[in-house]
């Protein structure tokens, strides 16, 4: 089997486990990897027995022997990369949320649209099977006219105190539930008014409430806190329903029928999105990477998920930051 070479522009902790996933698909050799950090890049590259290693992305980008890059550098340096790696003809996987302001999501689609490569942003959700299946159930018209959606991802407090002075938690997270929603229900959110809650001083909110009206008259609520007790059983408390005049739909992310009981407390390892099993890395991760391989293999354009979905997500969670620190709704301006 031919493979996709492929290299990863960021380092991060979630940079790794791209490495980590990567490395184990059959269709995809890690070619490559770079990093400014000199000694996370030596780390990594000795860990996965790449080869190729950069502290300039536009060097590595000039190699002609790599097909396609991953985008895991902090939101607000998604861009410049993401649009240098598309010029120069590669296929590009950015991770999420696309950027941090909607000029960089329109710079990014402008280059994406443009492109010989393909492109596409790393949703995970859409991979969640229980997700995959709501929207299903929906566009069979289970539910029929839909009046409610609701969302929750939340998260212990110990996993967000490096991340808050970078992203917040509607953007953070809620980018992850809006797109849920939009995708599950086909619907337009028009405006909203969101309140935000900083406990910790971090440099972004520990919480943020968002409700969402859309274009038929829907409500919908995201709630994302990123302040749950370090105790708390699960590693993401996460939750969706839509409600409509004909029937609902719901997802249970938590406790996913495995649960832990050691000599301190009860724990929900997840077993959705990069569980390892037999030693391996599996579960959405992994599935949402090999699906964009084979599209470069198969010169396919991604279609689970659009470069214009993707800006909406950003677009609409902006807004819901905008109105949190303004106090006011917000009328979500579209393209």
């Known amino acids: 089997m031919d493979k996709v070479k492929h290299g990863v522009i960021g380092l991060g902790w979630f940079g790794g486990k791209h490495c980590e ?29 790449v080869k190729n290693t950069y502290t300039d992305y536009n060097e590595m980008l000039a190699d002609p022997e790599l097909e396609s890059v991953s985008i895991t550098t902090m939101w607000d340096q998604h861009a410049a990369p993401a649009i240098a790696a598309l010029e120069a003809g590669k296929n590009v996987f950015c991770e999420k949320p696309m950027a941090s302001t909607r000029e960089d999501c329109e710079a990014i689609v ?52 490096e991340i ?34 900083d406990e910790r001083g971090l ?13 038929n008259g829907a409500i919908a609520v995201l ?12 590693q993401i408390d996460e939750r969706m329903e839509i409600i409509g005049t004909e ?22 390892p997840d077993t959705t999105y990069w569980p390892t099993i037999h030693g391996r890395c599996g579960g959405a991760l992994r599935d949402e990477l090999r699906y964009f391989a084979d599209c470069v ?7 689970v998920i659009t470069p214009e979905e993707s800006m909406a997500t950003v677009i609409a969670c902006l807004a819901a930051e905008e109105s949190a620190r303004t106090g006011k709704e917000v009328e979500i301006e579209w393209f």
């Open 223 to 234: 709630e994302n806190v990123w302040y749950l007790p370090d105790k708390t059983a699960m």
């Open 110 to 161: 402008k280059a994406a649209n443009a492109a010989d490569g393909k492109f596409m942003v790393g949703h995970i959700v859409r991979f969640n099977p229980r997700y995959a299946m709501a929207k299903r159930e929906i566009a069979e018209g289970k539910v029929g006219k839909i009046v409610s959606m609701f969302a929750r991802r939340n998260i212990p407090a110990s996993v967000t105190t």
């Open 297 to 303: 293999q198969l010169n396919e354009q991604p279609s």
């Open 247 to 268: 029937g609902s739909v719901h997802v249970q992310e938590v406790a996913p029928g495995f649960a832990v009981c050691d000599d301190e407390k009860w724990t929900y």
């Open 21 to 49: 996933v990567l490395s184990e698909i059959p269709n995809i050799e890690l070619h490559s990897v770079c990093t400014r950090t000199e000694s996370r890049l030596e780390e990594v590259a000795s860990e996965f027995g």
């Open 203 to 215: 440099g972004n909110p520990d919480l943020g409430w968002s409700m969402f009206t859309m274009d």
């Open 164 to 197: 808050l002075p970078k992203i917040g938690p509607i953007i953070g997270d809620g980018v992850h539930d809006m797109d849920i929603l939009l995708w599950c229900s086909g619907l337009t959110p028009k405006t909203v008014y969101a309140r935000t809650v």
